[in-house]
């Protein structure tokens, strides 16, 4: 079925992007939004329009049982001045991916995509100019169901919101301090942790909560069944150096599916870095930490696109947590340095990656 998009953009005027945004505060003055149905995935109209509240049934089901799904992509200027899109093909598909795993809808990719890039032409002025600045994108689809009663929804809320944002790195705190801990888990196999669903992060409260009164930032998780095997964090996937080589865990089904994990290890093959996906225990990082064998530590995800991990404090069988330090990160360093020139449309991997808005 055919579709038509009704814009009114007039909410544009006047907005002026602030030359420190920060980050997920400041709101671009339009967004996408559409009603779609079980039966109807596709919608007949899709509104871009001034960003404003949402007005919601109280027995609107996602306030009450968090069937909702989400993603996370970002919007660049490159260094020629022109406004792209990094891997947003995969962004979208990682969505109706997610909408499948929660027994959502079934959604069609490309439509996804279009609604995507037809908003992100009405908004690229929204799309900073600073260096190391972006439009961070947010996708959203929640169940809007007025029922008060578990059940897979049959009527859903689609919008497309965005945030200008600013470096990460800037803002971050001087350094990264992560615990993990076996008190705390974030996703079950069989669950829902490969979905970029709510749940999850509400579910990573707890941990974060702890990991922050100990003086940490964030938390690494570890597998729920054993709990001796690193996973991710709450919002970025893990990667280690062991021995010159790149390694993180695989994806076995509670762990996101990082598009930014995915460009690390495919641009990290093309430029002959060797690459490995295996699970790593805890114990087993702090023992090669100790004895020289692993060299660095870092976690990659769209917010911050590449974190060196500067502390790691490790918990484990109600012991002392055991302090890991890292001072240098050249592997990170070189990988993040091709990263970042990507998205600014200056390297060999440009074209692969960006899409042009
Ligand atoms: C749980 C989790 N893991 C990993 C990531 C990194 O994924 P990406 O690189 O696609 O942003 C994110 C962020 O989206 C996340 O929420």
């Known amino acids: 079925m055919k579709y038509k998009f009704e814009i009114d953009n007039s909410a544009l005027n006047g907005f002026e992007i602030p030359a420190e945004p920060g980050f997920g505060t400041v709101k671009a003055p339009l967004m996408l939004s559409a009603d779609l149905t079980k039966s109807q995935p596709t919608p007949e109209v899709v509104h871009i329009n001034k960003t404003e509240n949402l007005s919601l049934d109280p027995f609107c089901s996602t306030l009450h049982y968090g069937q909702s799904i989400f993603e996370g992509m970002k919007a660049y200027r490159t260094t020629k001045g022109e406004a792209v899109v990094f891997r947003a093909r995969e962004g979208m598909a990682r969505f109706a991916r997610s ?28 799309i900073p100019t600073t260096p190391g600045h972006a439009l961070y994108l947010r996708p959203l689809l929640f169940a809007n169901d007025p029922m008060i009663k578990v059940k897979s929804g049959d009527m859903y809320k689609f919008l497309i919101m965005s945030s200008p944002v600013g470096d990460y790195f800037a803002t971050a705190k001087s350094k990264t301090k992560v615990l993990v801990s076996d008190q705390y888990v974030r996703a079950l196999p069989g669950g829902t942790g490969e979905a970029k669903t709510a749940a999850n992060y509400a579910q990573s409260l707890p941990a974060l909560n702890y990991a922050q009164s100990l003086g940490y930032q964030q938390v690494i998780y570890v597998d729920a069944m054993t709990r001796l095997f690193i996973e991710e964090l709450g919002g970025m996937n893990f990667f280690w150096v062991e021995d010159g080589v790149l390694c993180t865990p695989p994806l076995t089904g509670t762990i996101l599916h990082g598009i930014t994990r995915k460009t690390i290890l495919e641009i990290a093959n093309d430029i002959g870095i060797e690459t490995s996906e295996r699970k790593i225990a805890v114990k ?49 360093d070189r990988l993040k340095t091709i990263l970042l020139a990507t998205q600014r449309g200056e390297s060999e991997f440009s074209d692969r990656y960006l899409t042009k808005i």
Do not use: H
């Open 99 to 126: 909408a499948e795993l929660m027994k959502m809808l079934d959604l069609d990719v490309d439509f996804l995509f279009d609604c995507l890039m037809t908003y992100l032409r009405e908004v690229k002025d929204c």
């Open 284 to 332: 087993e990082l702090r023992d090669k930490v100790q004895s020289g064998k692993i060299s660095e530590v870092f976690a990659s995800g769209t917010a911050a696109v590449m974190n060196p991990l500067d502390e790691i404090g490790i918990q484990v069988d109600g012991e002392e947590i055991t302090t890991l330090s890292f001072d240098e990160f050249p592997m990170m």
